[in-house]
Nanobody, 124 residues
Framework: QLQASGGGLVQAGGSMRLSCAVS????????MGWFRQAPGKEREFVAA?????????YADSVKGRFTVSRDNAKNTVYLLQMNSLKPEDTAVYYC??????????????????WGQGTLVTVSS
């Protein structure tokens, strides 16, 4: 199971950190991903990492602003640090577990377990 939290309202230019708690069976070969879905839009890839966060992957729209990491004290909690937020970052954010080759990490269909989503609203 995955459970995302940490969303809320922030002004443009501000920062927010999302958390994703992972429980249950996991596999070291899996990857963790973050997606978002804005109203009226399709779900889009935001970022992903290997299970140990040794490798990370970002959408061009968030590269340099968002960072994926893992809580050092709780290695089953994944973090998405979002800086320099823009109104267009407003969306429901989801964490998910990736199953498949690396080439599919940006495709939501290659994720088999999803958290419930947390809403991030960036005001202008």
């Amino acid at each position: 199971q995955l459970q995302a939290s940490g969303g809320g309202l922030v002004q443009a230019g501000g920062s927010m950190r999302l958390s994703c708690a992972v429980s249950g069976r996991t596999a070291s070969s899996s990857r963790m991903g973050w997606f978002r879905q804005a109203p009226g839009k399709e779900r889009e890839f935001v970022a992903a990492s290997t299970w140990n966060v040794a490798s990370t992957y970002y959408a061009d729209s968030v590269k340099g602003r968002f960072t994926v990491s893992r809580d050092n004290a709780k290695n089953t909690v994944y973090l998405l640090q979002m800086n320099s937020l823009k109104p267009e970052d407003t969306a429901v954010y989801y964490c998910a577990r990736h199953r498949g080759p690396l080439s599919t990490v940006r495709f939501s269909t290659s994720y088999d377990s999803w958290g419930q989503g947390t809403l991030v609203t960036v005001s202008s």
